[in-house]
């Protein structure tokens, strides 16, 4: 159901060995809703998503559509239909694109090859740059279509969470802004969206709410539109521009 709670994050922790990186943050992505994180280097963005992913260990409590998930695994995230862009766009460089979409869609197998094919044309409807360069070598894509790639290989599975770490990185501003215009159009898909980034105005642009996080702690949250017009916010992150 639109607006109910699809992923909950309860008093959620996570340390390296003696290091607490993230401390007790609570955090909820609505169905059908972008959230962002935005905070600066370090602050446990990316620590935050890949404990969420189940990639490391966190104490405190996670919810999947209101379902407890005591101690989450990326295998049971992937089955309850999250999926993960790393920061690294970790694409098969000597691959095409379009058998880099296909790897992205294996966990679907059963469903046959004709639903992923179905899947890529949908894919290629978000991208129609991807669909043009189809048979072309992903290590051969510009850092914008790379990132693009990634996300949709990453759609392939067909999520309803689609977490995305920083996917403006190293991105010229214009490419920056097509990108995260992808991100919005993703509302139609019905897919929500959990995306950290460091480039807050791009990501207050295009997300419904934002967590800003610093030295591991949420500091401020609320309706992203009103955080991009928050003193505190635009004197610490949004520069003059
Ligand atoms: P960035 O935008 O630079 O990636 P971030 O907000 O994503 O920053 P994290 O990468 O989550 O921040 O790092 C949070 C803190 O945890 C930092 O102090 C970092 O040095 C530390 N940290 C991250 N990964 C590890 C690790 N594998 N082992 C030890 N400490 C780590």
């Not at 995306?195 to 419904?208: K, Y």
Request: glycine content about 10%; aromatic content about 4%; hydrophobic content about 45%.
């Amino acid at each position: 159901t639109p607006g109910s709670p699809l992923l909950q994050l309860t008093d959620f922790s996570v340390s390296y060995g003696p290091v607490e990186a993230v401390h007790q943050i609570s955090l909820t992505v609505n169905q059908g809703e972008i959230v962002t994180v935005i905070g600066p280097n370090g602050a446990g963005k990316s620590t935050l998503l890949n404990a969420s992913m189940g990639m490391l260990a966190a104490s405190g409590q996670l919810h999947l559509a209101g379902q407890p998930m005591p101690h989450p695994r990326v295998e049971d995230m992937v089955a309850h239909g999250v999926a993960l862009v790393p920061e690294k766009r970790e694409l098969f460089g000597e691959m095409s694109i379009e058998d880099n979409l296909l790897l992205g869609g294996f966990s679907r197998w059963r469903r046959g090859q004709r639903d992923q094919r179905q899947r890529m044309q949908e894919v290629f409807a978000i991208f129609p740059r991807l669909q043009e360069r189809r048979s072309q070598l992903a290590s051969t894509l510009s850092g914008g279509e790379r990132q693009m790639l990634a996300i949709g290989r990453a759609l392939m599975a067909r999520p309803r969470l689609l977490m995305l770490d920083e996917p403006s990185l190293g991105l010229a501003p214009r490419i920056v802004r097509e990108v995260l215009q992808v991100v919005w159009n993703l509302r139609r898909l019905g897919v929500s969206v959990l995306l950290v980034e460091q480039n807050a105005r791009a990501a207050l642009q295009v997300a419904d709410r934002a967590y800003v996080l610093e030295m591991g702690e949420v500091v401020l949250t609320g309706p992203a539109r009103e955080l991009l017009h928050d003193r505190r916010i635009i004197d610490t992150y949004l520069g003059l521009g």
